[in-house]
């Protein structure tokens, strides 16, 4: 899926990404592209800074584990991530009724 296509939905994608249970950068962005069956195909470049920003909002928080001998960062919802990711599922759903509307000619 193109890159614009993306804008603004990124983060409720990582959101929900990291819903379930917590997971480290690349996971997530394996997650992405299984859940989208392929569309979804982010770079590290991408996906990183997010997370890190989405921290800093308090809406993720992390913390660095050891696998296989090689730390990583894991990453979790937190209670105003999940609030947050919520009220982003409403809009979404929202908007894409809104679209399919539109495209389908309703009123």
Known sequence: MKG?????????????????????????IENLRLRSGGNFELPEGTVYPALHRLERAGLLRSRWSEASGRRRRTYEVTEKGLTELRARERDWRGFSRAVEDVLEGAT
Request: avoid cysteine; proline fraction near 4%; charged fraction near 20%.
């Open 4 to 28: 614009e296509a993306l804008k603004g939905h990124l983060d409720l994608l990582l959101l929900a990404a990291v819903r379930a249970r917590p997971a480290h950068g690349y996971a997530i």
